[in-house]
């Protein structure tokens, strides 16, 4: 079978399920401001990572992913995975997909990162349950901007954390963001901790984001 799982060189090479740019840069400031890693990343542009990601975008939307990806996962025996490294989610029952992989490897933990709160509240109002293996995010779509209060505190109730950026690393909790290079070590903030704060590298990225 064609690969399915990437792997995420600056996340200490855990495995993730990646869909195209198309599924998530339409609300994005990052994709808009040329500071998301994914666009900027050169050897994310190579055919076999591009064809991949379509087909993983083709999974998705049929039938057979939870069977599909559960297997790829327990075959690969790993401890932590991450939901999107690139790209995320298209609709609610896609989420509910996706934790229900989560839900079938138990022994996985599990970094679920989102940008769409329209997503998350019809999830919410679904009454999934979200596994407790599987720490769902709202990643926010503007770089170097706290997430509002009011959403932490409504999404919180349901046990759903947030992201974000900054350009002031005394305000970022993710130490690997903080160092060039940096890697996770034995760091799995990612994975249970329910409000994250990564700096945004680069002399450049700065100054896409103060001088937009
Ligand atoms: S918060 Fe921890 S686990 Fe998440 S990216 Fe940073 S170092 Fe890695």
């Given at each position: 079978?064609?690969?399915i799982?990437?792997?995420?060189?600056?996340?200490?090479?855990?495995?993730?399920f990646d869909l195209p740019?198309s599924t998530c840069?339409?609300?994005?400031?990052?994709?808009?401001?040329?500071?998301?890693?994914?666009?900027?990343?050169?050897?994310?542009?190579?055919?076999?990572?591009?064809l991949k990601n379509l087909r993983n975008l083709k999974l998705i939307r049929g039938l057979k992913f939870v069977k599909v990806v559960?297997?790829?996962?327990?075959?690969?025996?790993?401890?932590?995975?991450?939901f999107f490294?690139?790209g995320q989610i298209e609709n609610k029952d896609q989420l509910i997909k996706v934790?229900r992989v989560?839900?079938?490897?138990?022994?996985?933990?599990?970094?679920?990162?989102?940008?769409?709160?329209?997503i998350?509240?019809?999830?919410?109002?679904?009454?999934?349950?979200?596994?407790?293996?599987?720490?769902?995010?709202?990643?926010?779509?503007?770089?170097?901007?706290?997430?509002?209060?009011?959403?932490?505190?409504?999404?919180?109730?349901?046990?759903?954390?947030?992201?974000?950026?900054?350009?002031?690393?005394?305000?970022?909790?993710?130490?690997?963001?903080?160092?060039?290079?940096?890697?996770?070590?034995?760091?799995?903030?990612?994975?249970?901790?329910?409000?994250?704060?990564?700096?945004?590298?680069?002399?450049?990225?700065?100054?896409?984001?103060?001088?937009?």
């Amino acid at each position: 079978m064609k690969p399915i799982l990437s792997q995420v060189s600056k996340l200490d090479n855990v495995k993730s399920f990646d869909l195209p740019l198309s599924t998530c840069f339409d609300k994005c400031k990052y994709y808009d401001l040329s500071v998301c890693y994914a666009k900027n990343n050169p050897r994310l542009r190579y055919k076999a990572k591009i064809l991949k990601n379509l087909r993983n975008l083709k999974l998705i939307r049929g039938l057979k992913f939870v069977k599909v990806v559960t297997n790829e996962i327990l075959r690969d025996n790993c401890r932590k995975f991450r939901f999107f490294s690139s790209g995320q989610i298209e609709n609610k029952d896609q989420l509910i997909k996706v934790l229900r992989v989560c839900k079938n490897c138990h022994m996985v933990k599990f970094a679920i990162m989102v940008n769409s709160d329209i997503i998350l509240s019809q999830l919410i109002q679904s009454g999934y349950k979200i596994p407790k293996n599987a720490n769902l995010l709202l990643s926010n779509y503007e770089p170097n901007s706290k997430t509002p209060e009011f959403m932490k505190n409504y999404l919180i109730k349901y046990d759903i954390g947030v992201t974000q950026t900054t350009l002031k690393s005394k305000l970022a909790t993710c130490q690997a963001s903080t160092v060039k290079n940096g890697h996770c070590g034995n760091c799995e903030k990612c994975y249970y901790e329910k409000d994250i704060s990564f700096k945004i590298h680069g002399r450049y990225n700065k100054n896409r984001i103060l001088n937009q």
